[in-house]
């Protein structure tokens, strides 16, 4: 089967963050079963040409061109803009991670316009808004997609009510399907040595709903038990980065933070076996695939209570879930404690494997795509 994985930007930064962590997984997972995924996105940061694949998956990457000042809404490509058409018509399944874009709609819109089965998946991205913008896009396409897709794919009820919102009645092709995350090595046993200091570690892009101020916020007290602790905060700066370094002046913890800039999903992974404690502050965040790389590696997390993984790390006893900022701060300490944080590890690694493994989500994605082939050609056929 060959599937196209629509997504609006690949980065060496990682800008884009969870979406092109989720099309790369599917497309790996693609691969190990014999189909032939490819990538299609926007690219940035490269010297000269973008690269011809990613991770191992074949791709077409087009330069990011910035047409109107709207973040990730006003870049896009003319040329594929032009080769919209031809790129879905190659396909047996078009698989966008839908945004209000100027890649991704156009791109799913051309492969409705073929009769292409089409499958969306919009990691929360497509949400009720009173932007005049969105209701412009709303009203143009995005309803057009949701009623037309052969598969509209979900993490969370949230996210299914929104989408029924935003179409104005509830979907009737509407599957939900968890991110999944790759088997990883685990941590060493132990993960550190007994004396190394406690290093607690946020990995998400710095940016206002993340909270990494929420995390420079709760140094202090963890210090006052833990004065050899290292923080470490890796990410790409989306405009908090300003405000994180005058918290960590304020607060005198210079010498104990600090700020790596955007790693590689390697160098993340790489970090997160590093770390005692994990910790995304974020709140109302759908499925975090970072939450779900910790989990993979056996490090306990810590995250909001409206994180959309809050509920099967809670159950799992894979780390500790936080109404607010206040709480981070006693939950780290928690973790810290070796005998919690040991069976909080154990717990995540059982979780990553038991619950959120690449095999069973992509058995539910496979049966996905047969279901929208045969929809297409019914639909086709009158």
Known sequence: MRVLHAVTLHSLTGAFGGPVRVALNLSHGLLQRGHEPRLIALADGFDGPPPADVEGVPARLYPARRLLPLGFSGITSPALLRQADRLVRGADVVHVHLARDLVTLPLALA?????????????????????ILAKALDALAVRRLLRGADGVLHLTAHERRGLDAVLGVPLDNAVRLVNGVPAQPARPTPPYPPDAPPRILYAARLQARKRPCDFVA???????????????????DEGELPAVQRLVDELGVRDRVVCTGALTSAEVLDELRRAHVYVLPSVDEPF?????????????????????????????????????AAGLAPAVLELLEPAAGEAAGEAARKLAVDAFSMDAVVDTLIGVYDRAQARAAARAHG
């Open 111 to 131: 492969a409705l316009r073929a009769g292409v089965p089409l499958v969306l998946q919009t990691h929360g991205m497509v949400d009720p808004s009173d932007r």
């Open 288 to 324: 975090p695939m970072s939450v779900l790389e910790s989990l993979s590696v056996g490090t306990p997390a810590v995250v909001t209570v409206s994180n959309g993984l809050a509920a099967d790390v809670r159950a799992a006893g894979a780390g500790r879930v936080v109404d607010d």
């Open 218 to 236: 709760a140094v202090p007290e963890i210090l006052r038990t833990h004065p050899e602790a290292q923080f470490v905060i890796a990410g790409p």
